[in-house]
C-alpha cells in the first residue's frame, strides 16, 4: 500500500510543535525559489555555468541567509492573517505565542558560516518587531505582507546590481506568487481553531523567556 502514499494528504497543523516545523520548513522557500528563479532568468541560456561556479554557490548561500529574517517573518505573518479570528479571541497572547514558536525555530540552527554570532539575536528581534507592526494593523491581504520587505530582498540578491535593472517588480511579484502558494498549502493542511490555541498557549514561555 506504499505506493498510494503519494495520494495521501500530508498530516493537519495542530500543534505547537507542528507549527514550528511548518514555520521552519516553509520560512526560508519562498526566498530561495525566488533567489534562484530569478538568477536563472537573469543569467538565461547560461543559468547551469553561473548555477556551477563557486562564487554564485557562496553568494547564493549568503543571500539565502541574510534573507531568513524576512522569510521567517513573512510566514509567521501569513499564518497569523490566516488565524486572524481565532488570533482575535486569544488577544495577546496569541501575538505573544507566534514569536515564540519564531524564537524556537531560530534556536533550532546554528550561526551560519560567515556571519556574527549575534545573528539569530538580530533575527529574533526583528521578526517580533514585524509581528507586533503588524497586530497594531488591520489584516493584510497575503499577497500584500511580503511589500514592506520586498526592497530589503531585492537588494540582497546574488546578482549585481548593475545587472539588475529594472527587475525590481517581477522580484516583488515573485514573492508573493511562492508566499500564496505557501499559503494554500497551509489552509490545506490548518486546522485553525486546534493551531490558535497552541500557538495562544505557549505565549506564558515567551513572556518568562522576554522578562
Request: contains cysteine; positive net charge.
Amino acid at each position: 500500500m506504499r505506493h498510494f502514499d503519494i495520494f495521501r494528504k500530508p498530516p493537519p497543523v495542530r500543534s505547537i510543535a507542528e507549527r514550528e516545523d511548518f514555520l521552519d520548513s516553509r520560512a526560508s522557500s519562498p526566498m530561495q525559489n525566488c533567489v534562484y528563479e530569478y538568477s536563472r532568468a537573469r543569467a538565461g541560456i547560461l543559468w547551469q555555468k553561473l548555477f556551477n561556479a563557486v562564487g554564485f554557490g557562496t553568494a547564493a548561500e549568503c543571500s539565502n541567509w541574510q534573507n531568513c529574517e524576512i522569510g521567517l517573518g513573512t510566514v509567521a505573518l501569513t499564518v497569523g492573517a490566516t488565524l486572524r479570528r481565532q488570533a482575535e479571541r486569544g488577544g495577546s497572547g496569541f501575538r505573544e505565542g507566534l514569536k515564540a514558536a519564531a524564537d524556537i525555530v531560530t534556536d533550532r540552527h546554528p550561526v551560519p558560516k560567515g556571519f556574527d554570532g549575534g545573528f539569530w539575536d538580530v533575527v529574533r528581534e526583528r521578526v517580533g518587531r514585524r509581528i507586533n507592526q503588524a497586530a497594531l494593523a488591520a489584516p493584510k491581504s497575503v499577497k500584500d505582507i511580503p511589500q514592506d520587505m520586498a526592497n530589503t530582498f531585492f537588494v540582497a540578491l546574488p546578482i549585481h546590481e548593475s545587472l539588475r535593472g529594472q527587475d525590481y517588480v517581477l522580484v516583488s511579484n515573485n514573492l508573493w506568487i511562492n508566499l500564496c502558494s505557501m499559503h494554500e498549502g497551509l489552509l490545506r493542511r490548518c486546522d485553525p481553531p486546534a493551531l490558535a490555541g497552541a500557538i495562544v498557549a505557549a505565549a506564558p514561555a515567551y513572556r518568562e523567556a522576554a522578562g
